[in-house]
């Protein structure tokens, strides 16, 4: 399907997590060893926040990731103490620049893998229950964008964890109208620069891997010479579809049906349940 990440922290360099990590999103992107695909070539996205800005900053292209030179040199040149990015394998929908993610909606932006099962049959049922004020910003084909603008019109701005409950609970509801048994597979990532949220759930319980980082301040403790954990700091942070190294101690699988919110030095864990609006 895909493969998605997420860091705060010290501001690095994204090169250092893109491409320079054992098994960085790059190689990921040609060797995934927990996808349900192999390769993920249908595009990428990136998306990082700054100080001096309001909003996040996006590049995005339908290219392989591991060929784009232009991504190599950005990555080299910026530095972020929140990023996100994503690898596409395509499902339903085309190769497009506007179906690459991360999706953008003012200071939030939106990730996904997995998928909603049949989606022509419930793409414009679940299209028509986004809100109007917001139905002009979307821009692609895909349902990983339907989901974001159905999670803001449950009030992602507001309560994100509930939001993408609401969400999930209309996807489900619309797909077994039309008959599929198991509508939605997902885990799914959204931030304002503030935050991180993260969820993993489908509806046969049987989600794509989802992963985050144990206390970098324990980390440092087991290696301390470790210098990829040293400039991150003790309060840094990621999730992500599978590790990037493979350090004993470094990851813990998030269960399924559960959802996590990273917000400063804290991480809540709570159980995540659909529930309509």
Not at 2 to 25: D, I, M, T
Not at 99 to 118: S, T, V
Not at 126 to 133: R, V, Y
Not at 206 to 221: A, G, I, K, V
């Amino acid at each position: 399907m895909c493969r998605w990440l997420a860091y705060k922290g010290n501001p690095v360099q994204l090169e250092a997590v893109l491409f320079r990590a054992q098994h960085s999103l790059i190689d990921q992107s040609l060797h995934s060893r927990l996808g349900h695909t192999t390769t993920n070539g249908d595009g990428f996205g990136v998306g990082w926040y700054a100080p001096a800005s309001d909003t996040p900053f996006r590049y995005r292209c339908v290219q392989p990731a591991w060929s784009d030179r232009n991504l190599r040199e950005a990555a080299r040149a910026i530095r972020s103490p929140l990023f996100v990015a994503h690898i596409r394998a395509a499902t339903d929908t085309p190769a497009q620049e506007t179906n690459c993610h991360p999706f953008r909606y003012g200071r939030w932006l939106f990730m996904h893998n997995g998928l909603i099962r049949e989606y022509p049959k419930v793409r414009r049922d679940l299209m028509l229950a986004i809100d109007p004020a917001l139905f002009a910003s979307v821009e692609g084909s895909t349902d990983s964008e339907v989901m974001f603008f159905l999670a803001l019109t449950f009030g992602l701005q507001v309560e994100p964890v509930q939001a993408i409950e609401r969400m999930v609970a209309v996807i489900e509801a619309t797909g077994r109208r039309h008959g599929i048994e198991h509508p939605l597979n997902m885990t799914v990532c959204a931030t304002d620069g503030e935050q991180i949220v993260a969820v993993r759930y489908s509806s046969e319980t049987e989600s794509r891997s989802l992963f985050h980082s144990n206390s970098f301040r324990h980390l440092r403790e087991l290696y301390p010479d470790d210098p990829r954990i040293k400039v991150a700091g003790d309060d840094a942070f990621l999730v992500l579809s599978e590790p990037l190294v493979d350090l004993p101690g470094a990851w813990q699988e998030i269960p399924e049906s559960a959802a996590l919110v990273a917000r400063g030095s804290s991480v809540e864990h709570r159980a995540f349940t659909p529930a309509l609006p």
